[in-house]
């Protein structure tokens, strides 16, 4: 029987272990930490009985990504009312929903030009699915059939240049909190493609996420690969290139040459090296003795909370990760799901950008963006836990410098991450191929990557 060996439990090693055990592999998982799931872990960071999404909390492709839906995972998804939701300084809030025109009916004088944007790409989904997400094999003719200009001006714009289609304040504050998922200025692109798609994925898929917590997610992918013959090995670090037919590496580049550099031709490691991440996060988790206050009541009705006010206020914020009002994104995951906290208790977690390697404590600036829209939130707050970069790096060593997205995703790193070549996923070493986030379609919890990056592997095997 051929034999693989992944590097790594996050989402993509996950699928691309499942993947390969699919075609009959033999498949071990090495996983440094001594919990599986990477992104997706869940712990009681605070107090007794509340359960905390260490990195990632909301899926809007967790059940949906090809690969995902694909496997009929057994995990129950919740899902809010509405998507995401921006609390505004005049006390209101405007929201995604799940569909394009009850999100439009809020925007005003924008109504038309928001369903003229994403009614197109959201009815026919089916059709730019692949282009978007993969799995990533060279297949022109489906990347021709999707081509369509106006669609592609908007997927690489910038947040700012897509915000001249809007003249409400409303609508550019909603477009500005979803292209600040980037972790880019929002006049660099394609921050403006990254709002256009996520917003198209809470009207096709809306922001659900596992009830009982991401690990919830890792645990039934683990259990798919278990049942398909594959084995996980936690506290298992890999420090040198393991011996087996194929190696799929859910590493950023940094940690693929600490593994493999000496194995590697000198061309491709200098590529790797010149590999960049973003800036990092501050991530705040609190244990709640109530719900947060929100001044707008439609704050309530979604796990997603985006925090910066004004689409000004929210590009200066990106300009200068660690700004002194910074953008805050917030979830709220117990609104939802009962078993998160002891009963009438809640949780929510929030972060902020900062710098790469930052050691600023942004706990105040943090809690002061949220008090703004949620007067008395701070007198809520049973008990907190503080990641800064280094605390992130340290409990999962693609986090590089708190970098959440595996790398930079502007235009140069797109789609050709983590080098320039037409299959990303290969490397020039036989047999040892790259399945993290620093490979197309990038950060999030959906698998894709893995999945191409097997499928690739089995294409040469
Ligand atoms: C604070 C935070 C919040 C986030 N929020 C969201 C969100 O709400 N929604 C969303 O979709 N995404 C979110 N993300 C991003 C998401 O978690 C990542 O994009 C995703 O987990 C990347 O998956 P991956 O499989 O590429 O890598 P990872 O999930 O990082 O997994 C890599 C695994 O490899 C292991 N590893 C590394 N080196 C070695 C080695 N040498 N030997 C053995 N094991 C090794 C690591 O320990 C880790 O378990 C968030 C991330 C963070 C940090």
Redesign the pocket.
């Known amino acids: 029987m051929k034999t693989a060996v992944v ?7 996950l699928a691309a272990a499942i993947t390969m055990a699919r075609e009959g592999w033999e498949v071990t998982v ?4 001594d919990t599986i ?4 872990r869940s712990e009681e960071l605070t107090l007794p009985g509340f359960t905390h999404d260490v ?8 059940r949906d990504s090809p690969l995902f839906r694909d496997l009929e995972l057994p995990v129950a998804w919740v899902q809010p009312d509405a998507p995401t939701v921006h609390p505004l300084d005049d006390g209101t809030a405007v929201t995604t929903e799940r569909s394009v025109h009850a999100t439009a009916e809020q925007l005003g004088p924008d109504r038309e030009a928001y369903e003229r944007l994403f009614n197109r790409v959201v009815s026919g989904w089916s059709d730019f699915e692949s282009v978007v997400l993969g799995p990533f094999l060279p297949r022109p003719n489906r990347l021709l059939h999707a081509v369509d200009f106006s669609l592609v001006r908007a997927g690489l714009s910038s947040a700012r240049g897509l915000a001249k289609r809007f003249e409400s304040q409303r609508a550019r504050a909603l477009l500005a909190g979803h292209a600040a998922h980037s972790m880019l200025p929002l006049e660099t692109r394609p921050s403006g493609g990254v709002a256009f798609f996520l917003i198209v994925a809470a009207h096709v898929f809306g922001w659900g996420f596992p009830r009982g917590g991401s690990q919830r997610l890792a645990d039934a992918l683990a259990e798919r690969l278990e049942e398909l013959g594959g084995e996980i090995r936690v506290s ?4 040198e290139l393991p011996r087996a037919d194929v190696v799929l590496a ?2 950023v580049p940094r ?1 693929l040459l600490r ?1 493999a550099g000496d194995k590697l031709p000198s061309h491709y490691a200098h590529a790797l090296r010149r590999y960049r991440h973003g800036p990092g ?1 501050f ?1 705040l988790d609190w244990a709640l003795d109530r719900p947060i206050p929100w001044t707008a009541p439609d704050c309530k009705r979604a796990a997603t909370v985006h925090i910066g006010g004004s689409l000004e206020e929210i590009a200066e914020s990106e300009r200068a990760p660690g700004h002194e009002r910074p953008f805050v994104l917030l ?1 709220q995951p117990s609104l939802f799901d009962d078993s998160r906290a002891p009963a009438g208790k809640h949780t929510a977690w929030a ?1 902020c950008h900062v710098p790469a390697g930052s050691t600023e404590d942004m706990t105040d600036r943090i809690e002061g963006q949220v008090e703004r829209f949620a007067p008395g939130f701070r007198e809520l707050i049973l008990a907190r836990h503080a990641m800064g970069p280094a605390d ?1 790096e340290r409990r ?4 590089v410098g708190g970098d ?3 790398g930079t995703m502007d235009l140069g790193q797109l789609f050709f991450r983590p080098v320039r070549k037409l299959v990303p996923y290969r490397t020039p070493r036989e047999g040892l191929y790259i399945c ?2 620093a490979t197309p379609p990038g ?4 698998g894709m ?2 999945y191409s990056a097997a499928l690739v592997a089995l294409k040469d095997s």
Do not use: F
Request: aromatic letters at 2%; proline letters at 6%.
């Open positions: 590097i790594g439990s996050g989402p993509n090693g090495h996983e440094a930490a799931g990477g992104g997706m990195c990632s909390a909301i899926h809007p492709l967790g298992s670090p890999v420090d859910d590493v940690e593994i996060v991530k979830t972060y992130l999962n060593r693609n986090i959440i997205n595996g993290s986030s950060g999030g919890v959906h990557c893995g």
